[in-house]
């Protein structure tokens, strides 16, 4: 049985159907991916997931357990951790004081344990944010902040960590680490379950992906499978047009490209690109 | 591209608190074309929208509508003299009615009667709606909604944000249908996409961002190349 | 027997009444739902215009209805239009803190006009149609004046449906709820819909107070408490509904008339009439549906900084030291100031723990004074364990209001805290079993470890004593766990909950503390007194206790000690409140900039003068800390309050790093809402 089972999950806003029974799992030891464009309801699943969206149907179990109706903390307190697409760091205290929050709720007797400086510095050190330690957390690039959140998250030793674009705002080399980071996160017996929009990264670290379009999961497997799936081609090119006649070469082409083109396939970039690293991308 | 631009983006520069979204944007848009602009995620499309828009002040650089740079004026000025902006998500208001939407995009000069009748010949199923709120409509209907402002303003410039976001294919190739409509009536169109091909087929040009500039523009076809790259590889 | 002739005597009054306030609530709803912004002074502004009504009509006898239609009609209007342009703008974006202490500062600042212009004298409004006869049903009896008043109750409803649902700007203004930024997109002016809604707010504000000032009387007070029925009403349409807000309004008036037609006259049931209203606000609070977290952006406030731990004991130690000479120095009488200045400062206390730290407005701070005033008088053990049981009572009494209303936050919790102090005060305070038969009861001077404390003198000290060890432990509590968990809280709700924090107990224990730092400040109180009575504690002081705690400074010690000595200045001392009111006003605009308020002002400008000319001073003068100031005492209240400022000020902490962030930074949060 599945650590996390997401079953038939509907969530509607109004007329609008955010999640539309969605159905996916997560492993422990595995790093599960969940993509798809934009509004797919990527984030909402999570909200659902975590306890801060009532799902309008559907179940939530975890650890074999129905937890659709648990509050938030009690959640976590049974091992579900996350962090946010928008940051939900601390901002008034310090990176430190925001992993040392985590480990105090984390230990339950607030204020009677005292945190060991050591734990908190030594899970700064594990996400590589050690430098930023006595910021403020209102004060540090967004791809820290995210970081701070794993971090924040991984004070209270969760059994499935919830990650919502975790890369964005890392550059090129930091993603490679923090990718190291997940596999090794998963290695301790962890479950994973990403949203991203890095392909570079999913393709590299994800033991099974799950691609959502219109808030239902339209393909599951590994990284190769998902990516010959037409059907997740067609949501990420948008509307497929592959017999389209009004700018047939680009489109004819492309649509060949595209199968071809799929970041883990290398290929040489044709046209000079500005390299994104470094790069705000909030 | 001869006579002045509808649009033209000189050098923007723009960010959030600290962070730098825009590093030096440029863009022109012809009078009459369709501008494609496509880009990944945090490319900084939306804040050039609302730069754009008059929704956000740019640190540096300069915007020029039609000729006239537009530094400082507030988004409902230009609303009133014909920039038409969808913002990404769900332009419309929840709370009220189809009719009462439809009504407010009076003020962009075209009399609520006129407004509704070209609103409802184009979209019938909002006529069957009129009396509902728009919160409780579905996505694709809302996006309707959304699109009768620019249907019915006959704007100079017309701008839309995402207009395919989270919404299923027929739909979103209806509404490009009315896109290229509008296109047809001489307004020149920025067509703000993440996913390329449904703005590609109706765009006389396209442009590609990503880490807050403009790294690429042309004829559809050529940027079509770069944006394999940027889309799929980047951020896809 | 069913007595319809009595029925119908008390369900015109009630349906008279129900017209006023069903007036008066939707012009705040109608100004809340369009900027987001709640006034509580429309009571006040509405008692402002009654006596501007009296002035045009009365004192200058101008025609009673040309009166009427200048003040609804043109004063008014403008008042509102003039609020939202240079007031009110942009407030409703800000927290929801920084909006209620504006419109409780216009609050304070509509009883100050008043009273500043209309000095105190017996003045009546007639009703209209004074000279008419009733008209005759049956029994009952209907006045022209309260005829008027229903229809013009219709004719507002009528009015303003047909504004909201058959106009091109009636729309913007619903749309503005909605979203102001897509309606800038459409064309529309927020500001603009924003200024209509503030005129026509506060023309229904003029005019339910007009309509009800011939029977409420032309008072300061009673036409703006009067409001609290608005809100109620208010709340049952959540804020948004202009028909549920007029059935309330209705359903107010006449559950309130039907309460003393019906309850028995004596016993706790004859008060209940007195609190329909607020026990209405309560229930309707209670029953708020759950608020979505709040899932956005990074967001940090910069507090004020923390003092070391030096610093502070040296402040701590100063003030003492300043205390006890002015013990010597002072008369009887300025003692006795001396010491209701630092019971407020304390009251203040348990505000930065609230408010400060925790981000919880609670209007009901006085009321946990009194209650701590009472057990301590009640119990008569004037020593320790009297003062500490005491503040436990209260502590419990603040638990049991923050269970109940554990899921609201921001302005819904600050209203529903109101409506449980007026509660409080109407049917405990004013109850000849609390405070006694003229609301006089007698404590006594507590003594301290057998020490005697009897002089007034010493007893300030003490009160001052407990204020630092108070002030000291609150720094300890933000050093520590609690303190990180608190702005954890503040910050982001939404993240402490996925980090395992059930926060409802948390909330529950801050408000228990808050309330028993208030109880202690209150036994302290009684014994400074000696005698006490139900109107030390009115609900209603909880109101400019607020504004002054924020604008001298919510988030520091040393905010609570100026606002502590402000606001006493403010009630002792009518000469100088015009200066305080300066003060406020500008303490006010500063907000904006820094939501630390004055407090924080000064520590940056003694951290200037102390990196100027501190280390030269400290080359000249290495004489005691307090060596050089007893000269400089001058034996007023207010000089002294001065230089507690700059005892506490100068020596600013110097261990916060200039320029740490911008105020509130804002993470571009503008790319895709859900993924």
Redesign the interface.
């Given at each position: 049985m599945s650590l996390l089972e997401v079953d038939h999950v509907v969530v509607q806003f109004g007329g609008v159907t955010a999640v539309n029974e969605a159905c996916f799992t997560a492993e422990e030891g595995r790093v599960t991916g969940l993509i798809g464009p934009n509004g797919a309801g990527k984030t909402t699943c999570f909200n659902v997931i975590s306890g801060l969206q009532k799902p309008t149907r559907g179940k939530v179990r975890f650890d074999g357990r129905n937890v659709s109706s648990m509050p938030v903390h009690r959640r976590s307190k049974r091992g579900i951790g996350r962090t946010f697409q928008r940051l939900e760091a601390f901002g008034s205290l310090t990176v430190r004081e925001n992993v040392r929050v985590a480990h105090d709720i984390a230990q339950g007797v607030l204020g009677l344990v005292r945190p060991s400086k050591g734990d908190v510095d030594a899970l700064l050190e594990r996400v590589g944010i050690t430098a930023y330690a006595d910021e403020r957390a209102d004060s540090i690039p967004t791809g820290t902040a995210r970081l701070l959140e794993l971090a924040r998250c991984l004070a209270g030793d969760p059994k499935l960590l919830l990650l919502d674009e975790p890369s964005s705002g890392l550059d090129e080399t930091e993603t490679d680490v923090f990718g190291d980071l997940l596999k090794e996160l998963a290695a301790e017996g962890r479950a994973i379950l990403m949203v991203e929009h890095d392909m570079d990264l999913v393709m590299s670290v994800c033991d099974e992906i799950h691609v959502l379009d219109f808030g239902s999961v339209i393909a599951s497997g590994g990284p190769q499978l998902v990516r010959n799936d037409p059907a997740v081609q067609k949501a990420y090119l948008g509307y497929s047009d592959l017999d389209d006649d009004v700018h047939h070469g680009a489109s004819g082409s492309s649509a060949e490209q595209t199968h071809v083109d799929l970041p883990a396939v290398e290929q040489t970039q044709q046209v000079p690109m500005v390299p994104t690293s470094g790069e705000a991308r909030p | 591209m001869s006579g002045v631009p509808i649009l033209e983006v000189c050098d923007v520069h723009a960010a959030y608190g600290r962070i730098e979204v825009l590093r030096g944007v440029d863009l022109t848009i012809p009078k009459g074309a369709v501008m494609a602009l496509l880009g990944p995620n945090g490319a900084g499309k939306s804040t050039l929208t609302k730069i754009i828009s008059g929704q956000k002040k740019p640190t540096s650089g300069d915007v020029h509508l039609g000729g006239v740079n537009v530094h400082g004026a507030g988004a409902e000025d230009l609303a009133r003299v014909g920039l038409c902006t969808i913002p990404e998500g769900r332009s419309v208001f929840p709370n009220l009615t189809v009719e009462e939407n439809l009504q407010l995009m009076s003020y962009a000069g075209v009399s609520a009667e006129a407004v509704k009748e070209t609103a409802f010949a184009y979209f019938p199923r909002l006529s069957e709606r009129r009396h509902q709120l728009a919160g409780t409509m579905s996505g694709g209907e809302q996006q309707m909604l959304a699109m009768s402002r620019a249907l019915t303003s006959d704007p100079a410039l017309l701008i839309l944000d995402e207009l395919s976001m989270g919404l299923a294919p027929l739909i979103v190739d209806e509404l490009y249908d009315t896109v290229a409509r509008i296109a047809e009536s001489g307004v020149s169109i920025l067509c703000i996409e993440q996913f390329a091909r449904t703005a590609l087929r109706v765009s006389d040009y396209a442009a590609v961002m990503t880490g807050g500039r403009v790294v690429a523009t042309g004829e559809p076809e050529e940027v079509m190349e770069t944006m394999s790259d940027v889309i799929l590889g980047g951020a896809a | 027997m069913f007595d319809l002739g009595k029925f119908l005597a008390f369900t015109i009054p009630g349906l008279f009444s129900g017209a006023a306030y069903a007036i008066a609530a939707s012009g705040l709803v109608l100004t809340y739902s369009t900027t987001r912004v709640f006034n509580i002074a429309h009571g006040a502004f509405g008692m402002v215009f009654s006596f501007f009504f009296w002035d045009f009509s009365v004192r200058q006898g101008i025609n009673e209805w040309l009166s009427l239609a200048l003040v609804v009609l043109v004063v008014a209007p403008a008042v509102g239009w003039a609020i939202q342009r240079f007031i009110a703008r942009g407030l409703g974006e800000g927290p929801v803190s920084v909006s209620l202490v504006v419109t409780v500062g216009l609050l304070v600042g509509c009883i100050g006009f008043a009273t500043q212009v209309y000095k105190p004298e017996a003045r009546t409004v007639p009703p209209f149609f004074a000279d008419s006869k009733p008209i005759e049903i049956g029994e009952a009896s209907v006045t022209y004046h309260q005829l008027i008043t229903i229809l013009a109750s219709v004719a507002v409803a009528a009015g303003l449906y047909v504004l909201l649902n058959r106009t091109?700007i009636g729309?913007?203004m619903?749309?503005s709820?909605?979203?102001p930024?897509?309606?800038?997109?459409?064309?529309?002016?927020?500001d603009q819909v924003a200024a209509l809604a503030w005129a026509i707010g506060m023309s229904l504000a003029a005019l339910g107070g007009i309509l009800l000032v011939s029977v409420v009387g032309l008072d300061y007070y009673a036409l703006t408490l009067l409001v609290v029925n608005a809100y109620a009403a208010a709340m049952l349409g959540r804020l948004k509904s202009l028909p549920l807000t007029f059935a309330g309004g209705m359903g107010l008036g006449l559950l309130s008339s039907y309460a003393v037609g019906y309850l028995p006259t004596d016993g706790v049931l004859s008060k209940v009439g007195g609190i329909v209203p607020a026990l209405f606000l309560f229930v309707v609070m209670i029953a708020m549906p759950q608020a979505?977290?709040r899932?956005?952006?990074?967001?940090?406030?910069?507090?004020a900084p923390l003092p070391s731990f030096e610093k502070a004991a040296g402040s701590g130690l100063g003030l003492l030291v300043l205390t006890a000479l002015l013990a010597g120095a002072f008369s009887e009488a300025n003692l006795l100031l001396v010491g209701t200045a630092a019971t407020y400062a304390m009251v203040m206390l348990s505000l930065v723990l609230l408010t400060g730290y925790g981000g919880h407005v609670s209007l009901a701070q006085f009321t946990f004074a009194g209650v701590g005033a009472l057990a301590y008088a009640k119990l008569d053990q004037p020593n320790l364990v009297g003062l500490v049981l005491a503040g436990l009572v209260a502590a419990g009494v603040g638990a049991l209001v923050a269970l109940p209303v554990l899921r609201l936050t921001g302005l819904y919790l600050a209203l529903a805290t109101l409506a449980f102090a007026n509660i409080m005060d109407k049917l405990v305070f004013q109850d000849e079993r609390a405070f006694g038969f003229n609301g006089a009861l007698t404590a006594e001077r507590l003594s301290l470890l057998g020490l005697d404390i009897s002089t007034t003198g010493k007893y300030v000290v003490v009160m001052v004593l407990f204020f630092v060890v108070m002030g000291w432990g609150l720094l300890a509590l933000r050093r520590?766990?609690?303190g990180?968990?608190l702005?954890?809280m503040?910050?982001?709700p939404?993240?402490?909950?996925?980090?395992?924090?059930?926060?409802r107990w948390f909330r529950v224990g801050l408000f228990a503390m808050s309330a028993g730092i208030a109880g202690v400040a209150g036994g302290l109180f009684a014994g400074l007194r000696g005698t006490i009575g139900a109107s030390d504690f009115q609900f209603f002081n909880s109101l400019p206790l607020l504004l002054l705690a924020v604008v001298f400074g919510v988030t520091s010690v040393s905010g609570a000690l100026l606002g502590g000595v402000g606001l006493m200045l403010l009630n002792n001392n009518p000469d100088l409140a015009p200066i305080i009111f300066v003060i406020i006003g500008f303490g006010a605009v500063l907000l904006a900039k820094d939501p630390n308020g004055l407090a924080n002002q000064l520590f940056r400008v003694g951290r200037l003068l102390a990196d100027r000319f501190g280390p030269r001073i400290m080359a000249s003068l290495p004489a005691l800390p307090s060596s050089g100031r007893a000269d400089g005492l001058d034996p007023t209240a207010g000089s002294a309050s001065r230089d507690d400022d700059s005892l506490v000020d100068v020596t600013g902490d110097t261990s916060a790093a200039p320029g740490?962030?911008?105020d509130?930074?804002?993470?571009?949060?503008?790319?895709?809402?859900?993924?």
């Open positions: - | - | 091109r729309t913007a619903r749309a709820v909605d979203n930024d897509l309606l800038k997109l459409f064309g529309g002016k927020p979505q977290l899932i956005g952006q990074v967001k940090g406030m910069v507090s520590g766990s609690l990180r968990i702005i954890a503040r910050d982001s939404a993240a402490c909950g996925t980090l395992g924090l059930d926060m740490r962030g911008p509130v930074e804002e993470v571009a949060t503008h790319v895709a809402p859900r993924g």
